[in-house]
């Protein structure tokens, strides 16, 4: 299962930003638009909310089957049954979080240079996300890095690498030739007013199938 996992397009929702009523109506959206992971991220909410939010959007992704990731809360990941968790540098270590999770979910960590990757992939991860690529509004803390340095995890990782951080229809280009499994998204696709077309776009984009300009 974890080896078969298509990292393409990898939404990353924020409440806050999205253009629809209800998470659920935007996950599916993206879905229907190509999106092939979703990974669930609530900062500002209780633990119930984030159980209840969790387990709304379990039922979409599990429509489709599509792999929901929880991000940070272990708890959380494991109470819905989703397929895995994504954490970052400053959060319970990857060898840690492998044991609670056990081997059979997805374990995603956040990496922005070799080192970080390095590191997470001998302590247990399944995937890299590394970024961030650009600046970016939904995470204004976050450390730049280079397309240099993303291709060398990429050369010396052994691990699916999804690239993130202020990545849009505009930049997405970029990523063509870096060799990477995917790119995670969040405003470019969960604020736009069309969430399935403007997924529809970003991965044509990606898979070199057609120029941003000619939108």
């Known amino acids: 299962m974890k080896s078969n996992i ?17 998470l659920e109506i935007a996950v599916e959206q993206a879905i229907l638009g190509g999106c092939t992971v979703v990974q669930l991220r609530e900062k500002n909410c209780s633990t119930l909310e984030f159980f209840e939010i969790a387990s709304q959007i379990k039922k979409v992704v599990d429509k489709y089957k599509v792999p929901l990731i929880i991000n940070d809360r272990i708890d959380i990941a494991l109470a819905v049954d989703a397929a895995g968790v994504h954490i970052g540098q400053k959060d319970i270590p990857t060898r840690v979080v492998r044991r609670l999770i056990g081997d059979n979910k997805i374990l995603g960590v956040s990496a922005s240079n070799l080192a970080e990757g390095m590191r997470a992939y001998k302590d247990g991860a399944d995937y890299l996300g590394v970024g961030a ?83």
Do not use: C, W
């Not at 229809?169 to 969960?190: P, R, Y």
């Open 133 to 215: 690529m650009f600046t970016t509004d939904t995470k204004t803390d976050a450390r730049l890095t280079s397309m240099d340095e993303l291709v060398r995890i990429k050369k010396h990782i052994p691990l699916p690498i999804v690239a993130i951080g202020g990545i849009n229809k505009e930049n997405a280009m970029q990523f063509i030739h870096a060799g990477i499994d995917g790119l995670a998204v969040v405003s470019a696709i969960i604020s736009q007013p069309d969430i399935r077309k403007a997924t529809m776009e970003l991965k044509q984009v990606f898979q070199g199938r057609t120029d941003a300009n000619e939108f």
């Open 6 to 22: 298509d990292y393409t397009l990898y939404l990353v929702t924020d409440r806050e930003i999205m253009s629809t009523e209800k």
